[in-house]
């Protein structure tokens, strides 16, 4: 069956980097791509960007350009998104999210999430 | 850059009764839109892309409608277990893929 299992928790400074991953299995991981979407606490969906698993192409929301990059080792199937500069409005969950096949559209699986905690 | 909003922002239904559940993007995004619902503590579910394609496992109670601007997702007889927060979501592929997630609509019992 199809999984997206994250790595764990983290409480970073402000000023500092965040990497989170996200392992696949179940599938071709080459087949799809993947999103990141973020959430702050008690607010709604951010798309964060996209990686295409296939050839590594990407492409990040306008407001983290500069700030975010996403990555993948195919030889583990794994993706990876780190963050730099953080900030405390970083605080959120980071979910990795798998795109429909034959890019339809909408994330048909998720990872369980990521909280990370931006504080002093 | 695509805007979405959705309304109500918070929706009181009673169970066995019927949800609408509006979404609207700023230009037109053709079919190319999805309905999530999310429950606290757990990631979102898909539930319908194409506008109006159910994805695999959601129950037929469940089906969304529209193009272009204006959508709609509808719950024919709401189910306890369908009290949540309900996310669309317009996708564009070209060049590249680029998601836009609207607000939310809360779905509580009344």
């Known amino acids: 069956q199809v999984q997206l299992v994250q790595s764990g928790a983290e409480v970073k400074k402000p000023g500092a980097s965040v990497k989170v991953s996200c392992k696949a299995s179940?599938?071709?991981?080459?087949?799809?791509?993947i999103s990141w979407v973020r959430q702050a606490p008690g607010q709604g969906l951010e798309w964060m960007g996209w990686?295409?698993?296939?050839?590594?192409?990407?492409n990040y929301a306008q407001k983290l350009q500069g700030r975010v990059t996403m990555t993948t080792d195919t030889s583990t199937s794994t993706a990876y998104m780190e963050l730099r500069s953080l900030r405390s409005d970083d605080t959120a969950v980071y979910y990795c999210?798998?795109?429909?096949?034959?890019?339809?559209?909408?994330?048909?699986?998720w990872g369980q999430g990521t909280l990370v905690t931006v504080s002093s | 850059e695509i805007v979405m909003t959705q309304s109500p922002a918070t929706l009181s239904v009673s169970p066995g009764e019927r949800a609408t559940l509006s979404c609207r993007a700023s230009?037109?995004?053709?079919?190319?839109l999805a309905w999530y619902q999310q429950k606290p503590g757990q990631a979102p579910r898909l539930l319908i892309y194409?506008?109006?394609t159910r994805a695999t496992g959601i129950p037929a109670r469940f089906s969304g409608s529209g193009s272009g601007t204006e959508f709609t997702l509808t719950i024919s007889s709401l189910q306890s277990e369908d009290f949540a927060v309900y996310y669309c979501?317009?996708?564009?592929?070209?060049?590249?893929?680029?998601?836009?997630f609207g607000p939310g609509t809360k779905v509580d019992i009344k």
């Open positions: 979501q317009q996708y564009n592929n070209w060049p590249l893929p680029k998601f836009t």
């Open positions: 179940g599938y071709t991981f080459t087949s799809y791509g």
């Open positions: 999210a798998r795109e429909l096949p034959l890019q339809l559209g909408g994330f048909d699986y």
């Open positions: 194409g506008a109006s």
């Open positions: 990686i295409s698993a296939y050839n590594g192409n990407t």
């Open positions: 230009q037109s995004v053709s079919s190319n």
